[in-house]
């Protein structure tokens, strides 16, 4: 504090214009309308119904990413192969991907002309204007927060604990679930949260890929958008529901980072 | 794609803006035009032709009035009816709009697809229609509207989404996502062959008018009304024509 020179006055007052720019559209969600009117907002059955399909699609998504992306990211972290480089580069792709591009993406591998159309058809699996399809490309966009975030939990669990296991007679199975798992579970956590947190505002693709019709494929930040010419205040107010939301994932990610900074965390 | 063309106005808005402060010259500013999805063909054809230099964002004309509402200023908005202009000009928001095109809504399906009147609808197909609020959601209303109330009914009971604008019905078509959709003959004029249009029976067609207004504190008034005045008679009339839309209704 004593060197208050130009430089110090230079990043203060940048550090001051970050937090005024990151902070007041959200501070205007809340402050453009009365709390009043904007639970009144929540009433509507165009709302109502744009809520809980979120709620559904992204538990959906997350549950089939923490089934078999568990396991995938246990074996890279755990083991070494050739290409494993390109394999972690390529499937974290989706993180850095513009949403647009992942809508065509998906339709281009499973719409009705897409590669995969002809099988998923032949199979009987409708994807596309349907609920599933928006399972899909939920799954799609926030997989890789997960993988991340598990991947780099179970590097970080000492191998150690995990001869140890083996040692008194464990199975591989039984040292993943009850060692490995316990050990990482508060990385794990965190990368849920914010796969969570990306699948809730995943507007581009799904638009692009299932279609937008309300109880069926209009998920709030769709909703939001429909809103935003014909119900303004409607709109505000699925999007405050939508970043209180965020904010509790957001901290839970954090809270989850202090555990596990704290010790073995199991 | 919508949003980034809404991030796209705003940017140029936010160029064009930089852009004047260095520059005094009034009429020599770039035109900063928000049309309506339908129009994109043409006004992109026009600008061309008569080397308008002019920054285009096209989306469904309610979302832009909804951005002309929240205080984004282009010096023109076109839109795809006449009731949003005109609500518009009530807000003072807009200067007088005028009707400068007709279109026709048509039923568009892929290339060779079976269906081939109205009447083949409400079976197993899915459908794009515009959301409502959306002209083009709008007149497919008055059409449904129109029809025996079973018809209608099944109609409406095989829409498998309700899009933004008419590029979204669009690519669901192009994408085979849906079989069937309504849309602007123009849509299907700029597919060149992807989709055919069927036509509605006369009875059952909804009249379909483009207003277009300068945006009250356009920062180019007078390009604004040069870019009109030859959308009503010279090089824009004809890249609309030629687009396939109709001379304006009841002019």
């Known amino acids: 504090m004593r060197n208050r020179g130009p430089f110090a006055i230079a990043l203060f007052v940048a550090l001051c214009a970050t937090i005024l720019f990151l902070i007041l559209p959200i501070v205007a969600i809340f402050a453009d309308t009365p709390p009043g009117e904007l639970i009144e907002s929540l009433g509507e059955a165009r709302a109502r119904d744009a809520l809980w399909l979120s709620l559904r699609t992204t538990l959906a998504a997350i549950a089939v990413i923490v089934v078999i992306g568990t396991p995938a990211a246990y074996l890279l972290a755990t083991r070494e192969f050739r290409g494993k480089a390109a394999i972690v580069t390529a499937i974290e792709l989706p993180l850095v991907l513009p949403p647009a591009a992942a809508g065509i993406g998906l339709l281009a591998a499973f719409g009705p002309q897409g590669i995969l159309g002809g099988a998923l058809e032949g199979a009987g699996i409708e994807l596309v204007l349907q609920t599933a399809g928006v399972v899909v490309a939920l799954t799609f966009v926030a997989a890789p927060f997960y993988l991340r975030g598990a991947q780099a939990a179970f590097a970080a669990v000492d191998p150690a604990l995990l001869d140890a296991a083996r040692t008194l007679g464990a199975s591989e199975a039984r040292t993943f679930a009850r060692v490995a798992i316990p050990c990482a579970g508060s990385g794990i956590g965190a990368g849920l949260a914010l796969a969570w947190g990306r699948a809730l505002g995943e507007f581009g693709a799904t638009l692009m890929f299932a279609g937008s019709f309300q109880g069926i494929t209009q998920t709030a930040p769709l909703a939001i958008f429909a809103g935003f010419s014909t119900d303004f205040s409607a709109a505000l107010a699925l999007s405050a529901v939508l970043v209180a939301a965020s904010a509790a994932l957001l901290l839970s990610v954090k809270l989850l980072g202090r555990s596990s900074l704290g010790g073995v965390g199991a | ?251």
């Open chain 2, 1 to 251: 794609m919508i949003w980034s063309r809404g991030l796209l106005v705003a940017l140029s808005l936010l160029i064009a803006g930089c852009g004047e402060d260095g520059e005094p010259g009034a009429g020599s500013s770039e035109l900063v035009i928000s049309a309506a999805s339908s129009l994109e063909p043409a006004f992109t054809a026009y600008v061309e032709t008569a080397g308008i230099d002019a920054k285009q964002s096209f989306a469904g004309s309610d979302d832009l009035a909804a951005q002309i509402r929240q205080g984004v200023r282009p010096d023109i908005y076109a839109a795809a009816n006449t009731s949003l202009p005109d609500a518009l000009h009530e807000e003072g928001l807009v200067f007088e709009p005028v009707v400068f095109a007709g279109n026709e809504l048509v039923l568009a399906v892929p290339a060779g697809s079976g269906i081939d009147s109205l009447d083949d609808l409400g079976g197993e197909e899915d459908l794009a229609i515009g959301d409502d609020g959306v002209p083009v959601g709008d007149y497919t209303r008055e059409v449904v509207d129109r029809l025996p109330a079973r018809l209608a009914e099944a109609i409406l009971d095989s829409v498998g989404s309700r899009e933004p604008d008419v590029a979204g019905i669009v690519g669901k078509l192009s994408q085979g996502a849906v079989d069937a959709g309504f849309v602007y003959v123009t849509d299907v004029v700029a597919t060149d062959g992807g989709l055919e249009a069927i036509e509605l029976p006369r009875k059952l067609q909804p009249e379909v008018a483009y207003g277009i207004a300068i945006v009250e504190g356009a920062e180019n008034p007078e390009g604004a009304q040069a870019f009109i005045d030859g959308l009503l008679d010279g090089g824009g009339e004809q890249a609309l024509l030629d687009a396939g839309f109709l001379p304006p209704p009841g002019g």
